[in-house]
C-alpha cells in the first residue's frame, strides 16, 4: 500500500512557528515523486477536512488557502521526496490534524481533496491560546 509519512506536527502557543515534513517512500516515489502535485490539507475536530496548500510537481504553481496567505510557506525538494510547510504566526483556529496528499491527476495542484490518489496518516499540531 502506498501512502505518505508526515512528521513535525505538536504542541505550539499562539504565534509560534511549526514546519511539517511529508516524505514519499519506497521505490513507488523514488520514481514519481517529482511528477506528482504535493497538496497540505487540515481537519478540525467537528469539521471536514479544508484545503491547505499545494505545489505542482516542479515548484513552479503554488497556492494556499485564503486563512494562511501569508503565514503558510510551501514547498520540495524532489531529490529528497518530500514537501514542506512551514507555518508562522500560528493560531488557534489553525489547530488540527494535517495530512499531506499527491496528486497525478493535476500535476499543476488542485484545491480538491478527490484529485489525490495517496494520502498520509496525518500529524497532529495544537496552537494554545
Known amino acids: 500500500q502506498v501512502h505518505l509519512v508526515e512528521s513535525g506536527g505538536g504542541l505550539v502557543q499562539t504565534g509560534g512557528s511549526l514546519r511539517l515534513s511529508c516524505e514519499g517512500p519506497?521505490?513507488?516515489?523514488?520514481?514519481?515523486?517529482?511528477?506528482?502535485?504535493m497538496g497540505w490539507f487540515r481537519q478540525a475536530p467537528g469539521k471536514e477536512r479544508e484545503f491547505v496548500a499545494v505545489?505542482?510537481?516542479?515548484?513552479?504553481?503554488?497556492l494556499y488557502a485564503d486563512s494562511v496567505k501569508g503565514r503558510f510557506t510551501i514547498s520540495r525538494d524532489n531529490a529528497k521526496k518530500t514537501v514542506y510547510l512551514q507555518m508562522n504566526s500560528l493560531k488557534p483556529e489553525d489547530t488540527a490534524v494535517y495530512y499531506c496528499?499527491?496528486?497525478?491527476?493535476?500535476?499543476?495542484?488542485?484545491?480538491?481533496?478527490?484529485?489525490?490518489?495517496?494520502w498520509g496518516q496525518g500529524t497532529q499540531v495544537t496552537v494554545s491560546s
Open positions: 496528499a499527491a496528486s497525478s491527476q493535476d500535476p499543476s495542484g488542485s484545491y480538491y481533496s478527490n484529485e489525490y490518489n495517496y
Open positions: 519506497g521505490r513507488f516515489f523514488n520514481t514519481y515523486f517529482s511528477s506528482y502535485a
Open positions: 505545489i505542482s510537481w516542479n515548484g513552479g504553481s503554488i
